[in-house]
């Protein structure tokens, strides 16, 4: 267990739908950080937060948006779902805003559009 | 041509190999250099970080930085079944983890 956890673990849902995905980051980190894993694309960034704030984006579409509670969870919510969004999304956090020295993942929601 | 490149395998090699994995990259400027471990239905876990060029071992983890020949390594020694996942190389220009570019990783299979 690697500390940071994500829910729910799969996800099937259909074309035009919204779904939220939860991370809950590793005890003592600030920063969340969301990525997206399909087979052709790798580990892509999305987002980043850091005690609340948005620090950085990446490739995150406008359908996508994430937001970071005052308990430092974080959701990601996917709308207007494509068949493209199936992939697996992955949060890590760390406790710099930075990433120093790497960071560490959950274990991942795989979303499914049907 | 993409900025990160990996074989994607499968390489599969028997009990108590040395595996070597590799990744090349394009950006000149890269400094910051990772590997990372991801088991089938997990998050990616990671390895080894290196800064510049050189060589760091930890373990049966041996991770070489090349950077004159945009060329990245990573040796496992004695290779154990446990060693089977997927092994992703990443790198950045910064220590910013949002710039951290990843390969699309090699899946290894160490077989008993």
């Known amino acids: 267990d690697s500390g940071v956890t994500q829910t729910p673990k799969h996800l099937i849902t259909a074309t035009g739908q919204r779904v939220t995905l939860r991370c809950s980051p590793r005890?003592?980190?600030?920063?969340v950080y969301w990525y997206q894993q399909s087979l052709d694309q790798g580990l892509q960034f999305l987002i980043q937060?850091?005690?609340?704030?948005?620090?950085a984006k990446g490739n995150i579409l406008e359908r996508f948006s994430a937001q970071q509670f005052p308990d430092l969870h974080s959701e990601l919510n996917l709308s207007s779902l494509e068949l493209g969004d199936s992939a697996l999304y992955f949060c890590?956090?760390?406790?710099?805003?930075?990433?120093?020295?790497?960071?560490?993942f959950g274990s991942g929601t795989r979303l499914t559009v049907v | 041509q993409k900025e990160v490149e990996q074989d994607p395998g499968p390489l599969s090699v028997p009990e108590g190999a040395i595996v070597s994995l590799n990744c090349t990259y394009s950006?000149?400027?890269?400094?910051?250099f990772m590997w990372y471990r991801q088991y089938s239905r997990k998050g990616p876990e990671l390895l080894m970080y290196?800064?510049?060029?050189g060589n760091k071992e930890d373990g049966r983890f041996t991770a070489q930085v090349d950077k004159s020949s945009k060329y990245i390594s990573l040796f496992i020694r004695d290779s154990q079944p446990s060693d089977s996942a997927t092994y992703l190389c990443?790198?950045?220009?910064?220590?910013?983890?949002?710039?951290?570019?990843f390969g699309p990783g090699t899946r290894l299979s160490v077989l008993p």
């Open positions: 890590a956090s760390s406790v710099t805003e930075t990433g120093t020295s790497g960071y560490t």
């Open positions: 005890s003592g980190d600030l920063s």
């Open positions: 937060y850091y005690n609340g704030e948005e620090r």
């Open positions: 950006n000149s400027a890269f400094q910051y």
């Open positions: 290196t800064y510049s060029s």
């Open positions: 990443a790198m950045s220009l910064d220590n910013y983890g949002q710039n951290f570019v």
